[in-house]
Each structure stands twice: as structure tokens, then as C-alpha cells.
């Protein structure tokens, strides 16, 4: 099998040299071109895998280049990053809109870049495998609703969603829906000038092209849409989905056409905003530990789905912690709950509190810890039974 074909674009010498070196390193095939010009003549001509594309060139600079790239394109996409000396929101959105997939500033880690492109490599390749993408994904909206504050919720979720890009190879994106205090900029090391829902949710013409720009790329390869980045302008996205629920429907459903697995993290609070996700969602998964207070705002919680008419199956327990000593067992916590919990995830709070405050979650840096493998057995249930609810959808 040949090589993957990498193009390189870059004016500077001594960034050329240390992407040749490190892509040769990883088995690539590597091209160079010198600016705008010559990277767009070149991708014409030698049709690479991916495009390493420098934002300030002589004569044609990294953005026209793009556009004419996409221009020239028939049927085939080319993955696009953009290499940017600015960390702006204003200058990520401008290689966006000129086409490009994703964007990384120097100077860069080698190992954050290699992550990144194998990602949009998986991602690409599973396009060109599969032309109608967007009608062959499982398409599985999932919520992670909290029974009280601190039982993990954000820390299942995005770890579950990285097992479920990284070791399964699905096509995975998460959303912070915790309005107010969303904890995925912090937990996974992002800024605050990003996208966020509130752009996605106001946009009058959202479409899939649209929705990819405003999704933040993690290193993982997962794909986010953030919380607001204040208080103040979750009210916003509040008042949007008041007015029009149409409007995330939509959202919503552009994410089932683009992503196998759209994981949602939520916020406590039922209010219209998180009624019409839990109506939406295929599953909700309730986390929770296993101690008194929490396992009586699970009662609630199950009383109220009850009372809203979902089924049993759809509502399920994720037990956190579950080998942690808090004098109630899981037998105990069933008993007292009358039903099964789903899932347990193990406790080892040390590796998890580390992986927070480090910005880089457990699933990524420690994939074969005991916490890690815990949540990969999770992702693992959760990916058989939803391949087999829509075979037999599809049957």
C-alpha cells in the first residue's frame, strides 16, 4: 500500500525542515511547496492525503490558497490544516470559512500535530469509504445527566466519547449543554475565544458545512461544541430555544447526519432547555455514586422520567465510583433504587483528579489504566447495543 502523501506549504525553511523530519518519522510520504502558488499547483497535481497550510505567505497567503484549493475540487476532499502564528478566534474562523478542517499555532508540539492528523486522516477516510456518510452513521444522541453535582458526569462523558473515537473509530462529538458553568473548556485545556453553541444555535442558516466550523477539534480527535464562555450569554442560547425549539432540533439533527455518537453533558436543572434534549435523546444515562443523598435525587430523577412517559430502556444508570467505600454497596444502591444499574465505571479518584487538572483526560494519556479500561468497557456495551437497535431499525 503506498504511503499516505502529505503536502507541506510553508515559506519558512526551518518549519519545512521540522515537518519533513517529524512526518517522515511517522511513514509519511512528504511534499513540499515553498507558497501559496506553488501548494496550490501541487495539490492539483500530486492529489495528497492532507495539506499542512501556512497561514502568511509571499503572493498567495494560506487562506486564498484554501479557497482555491476547495475550488478546484471535484467530489474529493482534501483534509486541510492550517498553520497559524495567531491563537484568535478571528483568525481560526477565517481559515474556516476558507475551507480549511482544522488549525494548529506555532509553535506546536509534534506529538499534538501527529494526533491530530492521524484524526482527520480516520475521519476522511471513512468519507471517501463511505460517500453517503451522512445517512450511513448510527447517528446516537446520548445524554450524561447528573443526579447531584460532583458524581463525574464531564469526566464520563468526554472520556467515553475519546474511548469511543480512538478504540472504536467512531465518529464521535460532544456537547457542553451545561449552559452556565460548563467545565469541557477547563477540562480539556481550551481557550476561551472558541465557538460555542450560542453561534450555533443563533445561526439563522445552520447547515452541516457551517456546524463543522464552529465544532473545536480536541487533539483526541473528538469533535466539541462548547458552552457559552459566560453566564451572561448562556441566556442566549436560553431565550433561542425558548422562542423556536425547531432551532435545536435542527442543530440536533445535523449532528445525528455527521457523528455515529453525539454525547451531550448536562447540566442538573429541569428546565425547558434540557426537557426537549431529554425528549430528543435515543438514551439518557443518569450518573450517579453510590450514597444517600445522590440515590435519593435518582428516585426523582426516575420518578420524573416516569411521569414524562420515556421508557424504562431509555433512561439508564451509570454507577461512578463504584468500588469506592461508601458503607452502600451496589446491591444496596438497587435495592434501595428497585431497578438494575447499567453500568459502573471503578473509582481511582487520584488518576482522575490528576487527568483534570493536567488538561489531558485519562482515556488519552493512561488508555490502559485500570480507570480507563473501566470506561472503555462502557463505551464497548454502549456501541454493541446501539449497532444492534439500528440494525434492527434498518431491518
Known amino acids: 500500500m503506498a504511503a499516505t502523501r502529505v503536502l507541506v506549504v510553508d515559506d519558512d525553511l526551518n518549519i519545512q525542515r521540522v515537518l519533513v523530519f517529524a512526518l517522515k518519522q511517522e511513514g509519511y510520504e ?69 475551507g480549511a478542517d482544522d488549525d494548529i499555532v506555532k509553535p506546536f508540539n509534534p506529538l499534538e500535530l501527529m494526533a491530530r492528523i492521524k484524526a482527520l486522516l480516520a475521519r476522511s477516510g471513512a468519507a471517501l469509504a463511505k460517500p453517503g456518510a451522512d445517512a450511513t452513521t448510527l447517528g446516537r444522541l446520548c445524554l450524561f445527566y447528573p443526579a447531584k453535582g460532583g458524581v463525574g458526569n464531564t469526566t464520563i462523558a468526554i472520556n467515553a466519547a475519546i474511548a469511543l473515537t480512538t478504540l472504536l473509530k467512531r465518529r464521535t462529538a460532544l456537547i457542553d449543554a451545561n449552559l452556565q458553568f460548563g467545565d469541557m473548556r477547563v477540562f ?62 435542527d442543530m440536533l439533527g445535523l449532528f445525528r447526519r455527521l457523528f455515529d455518537y453525539t454525547l451531550v453533558d448536562m447540566s442538573k436543572t429541569i428546565d425547558d432547555f434540557n426537557l426537549q434534549l431529554f425528549d430528543e435523546a435515543d438514551i439518557i444515562f443518569v450518573v450517579m455514586t453510590a450514597d444517600l443523598s445522590c440515590l435519593k435525587n435518582v428516585r426523582l430523577v426516575l420518578e420524573t422520567m416516569d411521569s414524562l412517559g420515556y421508557e424504562k430502556a431509555k433512561v439508564q444508570l451509570v454507577l461512578n465510583r ?62 454493541r447495543q446501539t449497532v444492534e437497535a439500528v440494525q434492527l431499525a434498518r431491518a
Open 30 to 98: 512528504v511534499l513540499v511547496a515553498s507558497n501559496g502558488a506553488a501548494g496550490v499547483q501541487m495539490a492539483a497535481e500530486a492529489r495528497p492525503d492532507l495539506i499542512l497550510m501556512d497561514v502568511a505567505m509571499p503572493r498567495l497567503d494560506g487562506y486564498l490558497a484554501t479557497q482555491q484549493i476547495r475550488a478546484a475540487e471535484k467530489g474529493r476532499r482534501v483534509p486541510i490544516i492550517m498553520l497559524s502564528a495567531e491563537a484568535s478566534v478571528e483568525q481560526r474562523v477565517k481559515g474556516l470559512r476558507a
Open 188 to 249: 480539556l485545556d481550551l481557550g476561551l475565544d472558541t465557538a460555542s453553541i450560542v453561534q450555533a444555535i443563533t445561526e439563522p442558516d445552520l447547515d452541516m458545512d457551517l456546524l463543522r466550523k464552529l465544532l473545536v477539534r480536541h487533539h483526541s480527535g473528538i469533535d466539541l461544541l462548547l458552552a457559552p464562555p459566560t453566564p451572561a450569554a448562556a441566556d442566549i442560547v436560553v431565550e433561542k430555544q425558548r422562542q423556536t425549539p425547531a432551532t435545536m432540533s
Open 322 to 383: 463504584s468500588t469506592a467505600y461508601t458503607g452502600i454497596n451496589v446491591a444496596n444502591a438497587e435495592s434501595a433504587l428497585g431497578r438494575k444499574v447499567d453500568y459502573q465505571v471503578i473509582n481511582e479518584y487520584r488518576g482522575a483528579i490528576s487527568a483534570l487538572n493536567s488538561g489531558e483526560p485519562f482515556m488519552f494519556s493512561r488508555p490502559d489504566a485500570p480507570l480507563s479500561k473501566s470506561v472503555t468497557e462502557f463505551a464497548r456495551i454502549l456501541d
